[in-house]
């Protein structure tokens, strides 16, 4: 049974209007708009579950990059991929225990604090540092976005036979991405990210089951046999057929996707709408099952793939092509399965994209226009601001995307390595007196070393094989702890 192109359709656009009534019927009305209800789901002590915001952080953080990007890592570089993501998630829980549980106390201490970049100015004391951390988070969150909708393209494209164009398929899903602006708020979003979880994690382990069934006869050891005897081995050691996994890119892969619940607001955000301290028990321990839970069957598809369609053009086609084989050669149950797979990959894409926009939509509206230009505005303009800029945001990363890498993995490294030199600054509101010239100091100076590292200004990898990426970090956290040291806050000359 082959994958029909009328069915494909037909499955998608109820699927996606489905979405859109959940949407409609789980969102606040205009003028019952609120920020702490329509930002964060919140209504006064009320807030949505923290079960909940475990599948809703799950969603986001499983996005394309799980569905798209780490079979093509896995299918060109090898198992190293799978490694690093692993240890980046687990890295992510610490991040979540180190960051995420004093910014949720610090913010309860803040009336009316609804943004995570509206705790680093308050904490601070600092407006402008506020809006440098705003405006720097909404660069380097956009070109996750981009991976999103790239990541989306590139499954339309490849499950519909080339019949759905790249540009086409990233522009129905920008069209319905700027739907959810106008329907959704965060407590849409949330339940919207639930479902698509469960036809994610459903699809992927039935198709990787079924993938290995049907070309293996259930075992997946002779994935590993397949490859040896294709002269493909390398596939399965570090650092790989490319040498692109040694230890110290590996540690610099681990460093970069494993900071991300602390400097992309999307993920921050939902430690803000719980409404107890004790729902971090769910993030922490549910995140610490995921990532076997997750990327087992990514790496199924990827060497998988590798071994049954060596031949492929580009790495990122891996997926579509391990979904269209099982479509075609088992049955019925493979089809539906099939057509989960597929909605699961759209809906993981489009649960971080929403996610993303509504947090630039907030940083715009909220911390940059609010805090800046109008400070007495109201919330129904507010609200039309935040729409407005995620308009803005949507159109640029479809630019982005329109000429996207070859890994769209590399989008993900970008974005993490952008959001992670703020790190010291946001786990600077840990300080009783965090300082905001240390923080700017360092928010410049790391960015002034990923630039010569990006551009060319330093040798590749020079510094014992770390990605440049690594140095700016630790400039950023040097230049903070030493500026910290010597140059004393505003609360501390006051005192004096």
Known sequence: MTLQFGWLIAVIVVYLGILLLILHWTGRKEGDFSSGQFFLGRDGNRGLHPSLLLLSYAATVYSAFTV????????????????FIVLAQLLQVACVILFGIPLWRKAQTLEGCTSPIEVISRSYDSPVLGAIVAVTTVTFVIPHVAMQLVGIGLLLNGFSGDRISYELGVGIVLLVMLIYSELGG???????????????????????????????????????????NHERRELLTTPGPTHFYTLPMLISYVLFIGMWPIGHPSFSVRYLALTRRSGFVWLVGGMSLLPAIMFLPSLIIGLGGAARYPDLSKPNLVAGEVVQGVIATGGMAATIFGFCFILGGISAAMSTCDSQALAMGQIISRDVVRRFLRPNISARKELWIARLAIVAVMITAYVIGLNPP???????????????????????????????????????????????????????????????????????????????????????????
């Open 68 to 83: 798209v990007g780490i079979p093509a890592a896995i299918y060109e570089r090898g198992i190293g991929a799978y490694g």
């Open 186 to 228: 965060f407590r849409g979003i949330v339940w919207t990210d639930v479902i698509q979880f469960v036809l994610l994690v459903l699809g992927m382990w039935v198709v990787a089951l079924l993938f290995v069934q049907l070309n293996w006869q259930g075992n997946f050891s002779e994935i590993f046999n397949d490859l040896r």
């Open 406 to 496: 070859a890994f769209i993995i590399k989008l993900s490294v970008l974005s993490a390595m952008g959001t992670a030199i703020l790190a010291p600054t946001y786990l600077g509101i840990r300080l009783q007196h965090p300082n905001p010239v240390a923080a700017v100091s360092s928010i410049l100076s790391g960015f002034v070393m990923l630039a010569a590292g990006e551009l060319g200004g330093l040798p590749e990898n020079w510094l014992y094989g770390f990605h440049n990426g690594v140095l700016a970090i630790a400039v950023a956290t040097g230049v903070f702890i030493f500026t910290s040291l010597i140059q004393p806050s505003g609360d501390q000359r006051r005192q004096n």
